[in-house]
Every structure is written in C-alpha cells, then in structure tokens.
C-alpha cells in the first residue's frame, strides 16, 4: 500500500551516493556540496522557472518514501534541510524558503528514494506555476560552490 518501487529499480540517487555520475543532464558528483553518515544534499537539475539553485536533501541509506524513512534520519535530515534554508538565505540574498516531500504515485513521487527538496524564495515568485527545466552543469555548479563554502 505504501511502496511502489518495481522490482530490480535502478535507484539514480543511490548511484550519485556510491559516488558515480550520473548521465547528463542528470546530477554530477561536482552538485554535491554536502555529506555526512546519513545525509548527502546536491544542487537539483530541474529549475522551476526563475527560481536558481533549488537542492535535494536525502538519506544516503535506501529509503523508499517518508514511511520508511527512520525517525533519527528524518530528524537528521530535517537538520541539515534546516541549514541549507539558513545558507540559501544567507548566500542566495532569497527571503523565504520552501521544503517540497512526495510520496507515492498519487504525491507525484517520481524517483523511489526518500528526497526532500529545498527552494529558494522570492516575493510573487509563482513556484508552483512555473515551467520545470533542466539546468546545465555550468549553470549548478556556482550554487554547489556557494553552498559548500557555507558548510566547510
Ligand atoms: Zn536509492
């Protein structure tokens, strides 16, 4: 009722963790800005409109969804998204932050593993009504850059 990863899935997000990159337009091991034992966080290749710089926060262990996901590692986790807002504000000069968490089909889950994402805001931005594309490695990596000069 509450998993619906297929059989055999190939997961992308586990291969970025293993430390492989993926296929452009896909992620790059040069989006990830932070790692620790149980997060690992990049810059997303899909932009919503003018919004630059969105990231994925996400247990580096296999978890299909929220129901899965351990409370310890949400709680991580949830830590780490925390300050990621806190660097977007500082860094990105954004003056509101937005969390994003699907699950299941029907949530618009699309890769079956655990992913929460963070979004820089504006006023009157409109994220939710914006067209979805996909950034360039040349256009992430400056975010990745910022980011991971925030936490080291
Ligand atoms: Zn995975």
């Not at 586990?14 to 997060?39: H, M, N």
């Not at 290749?45 to 969804?65: F, L, R």
């Amino acid at each position: 009722m509450y998993n619906h990863e297929p059989p055999g899935y190939d997961c992308p997000l586990c291969q970025t963790i293993r430390g492989e990159d993926q296929a452009e337009p896909w992620t790059k091991l040069s989006d990830v800005f932070y790692r620790d034992d149980a997060v690992i966080a990049w810059v997303n290749q899909k932009w919503w409109g003018a919004i630059e710089g969105n990231v994925v926060v996400i247990p580096t262990t296999h978890y299909e969804n929220i129901f899965d996901l351990p409370d310890d590692v949400a709680a991580k986790l949830h830590g780490v998204a925390k300050q990621i807002a806190t660097a977007m504000m500082e860094m990105y000069g954004c003056k509101g932050i937005s969390t994003r968490q699907h699950n299941g089909p029907d949530g618009n889950q699309e890769v079956w593993h655990y992913h929460m994402h963070v979004f820089p805001r504006w006023a009157r931005d409109d994220l939710y009504g914006q067209p979805v594309r996909m950034a360039s490695v040349e256009e992430r990596t400056p975010y990745a850059d910022r980011l991971r000069s925030w936490f080291s």
